[in-house]
Structures are given as C-alpha cells and as structure tokens.
C-alpha cells in the first residue's frame, strides 16, 4: 500500500517562499513524480514533474520560480517554491505514477494535500 503524505505547506506573505515535501512509503514503482495544486473553484493544476533522471518539467506560470526534485535515497519529492505570488494559493497534492500525464487521472497515487496561501 502506497502512502505520500505532504508537509510544508502554510501561510506567508506574497515574495516569500517555502518547500514542500513528500515522504513515499514506496517509491520504487513510479517512474514520475509530480506535484499538482488546486485553488478555489479551479481544476487540479499540474505544476511541475520531474522523471527517475532528474528531467523536470513545469508549468508556465511557475518556470523560474518553483523547483521539483527528487532524493532517490530517501524517497522524498520536494518542490522548492520561491518568489510566491497571490495566485500560488492553493491546496498542493504531491502525486506518483507510471506515465508523465498532465492531468490527475494519470497519477494513481496521491497525497492528502497541504495548503498554501500567499496574502
């Protein structure tokens, strides 16, 4: 039974930054790795992924800003985000899987979310 548990998430203010975690109980069936966030009333968001290689890729709105990583020794998903900005408020969900999809339904394992808000 696969479980990812999120942390990091919090309250700061626009410019800030913070880093987000997400220790795996098993990581070693997934291929990606992959942060996702949903604000209020949107649809989940992936933000940034990153492959077993260390190849990342991630959405426009957060190129140069966020920075997803992996630690293969100790199956940890980070994403580093810095500068925040207002419209980085949202619940950040860390998600694994076999296939790189840009949506959730591609994702089978998922976090149980942690939220950030940037006032």
């Known amino acids: 039974h696969v479980q990812l548990v999120e942390s990091g998430g919090g309250s700061v203010q626009t410019g800030e930054s913070l880093r987000l975690s997400c220790p795996g109980s098993?990581?070693?069936?997934?291929?990606?790795w992959a942060w996702f966030r949903q604000g209020p009333g949107k649809q989940r968001e992936r933000v940034a992924i990153?492959?077993?290689?260390?190849?990342?890729d991630y959405v426009e709105s957060v190129r140069g800003r966020f920075t997803i990583s992996y630690d293969n020794a100790k199956h940890i998903l980070f994403l580093q985000m810095v500068g925040l900005k207002l419209e980085d408020s949202a619940v950040y969900y860390c998600?694994?899987?076999?296939?790189?999809?840009?949506?959730?339904?591609?994702?089978?394992?998922w976090g149980q979310g942690t939220q950030v808000t940037v006032s």
């Open positions: 098993d990581y070693s069936f997934s291929r990606y």
């Open positions: 990153v492959d077993r290689y260390g190849g990342s």
């Open positions: 998600a694994a899987g076999s296939a790189a999809g840009l949506v959730a339904s591609a994702f089978p394992y």
